[in-house]
């Protein structure tokens, strides 16, 4: 092998190297794009399970001081009978 196959070769093996990790390169922007879409998709739901059981809380605290309200009455009227 003479040196110009010699450096032929090299240069060959490096385009052919450089090819693969530009595809790589852009498989992997492309994964993290879905992983981006992914995560924001699963942020968004779960921002809304959150708000349902936040307002779920905030009715069950309202709920639970009008009994406190309805408790306090009947004892006054009991001890008013």
Known sequence: MTNEEF???IVDK???FEKRFDNFEKRLDGLE???DE???EI???LEKTQDKRDKKITELNQ???EVKLDR???K???VNL
């Open 72 to 74: 306090q009455i009947l």
């Open 14 to 16: 490096f385009n052919s």
């Open 33 to 35: 794009e879905r992983f």
């Open 43 to 45: 942020k968004m739901k």
């Open 38 to 40: 992914a995560i924001t």
């Open 63 to 65: 709920k639970s001081q």
């Open 7 to 9: 450096m032929n070769f």
């Open 76 to 78: 006054r009227a009991v």
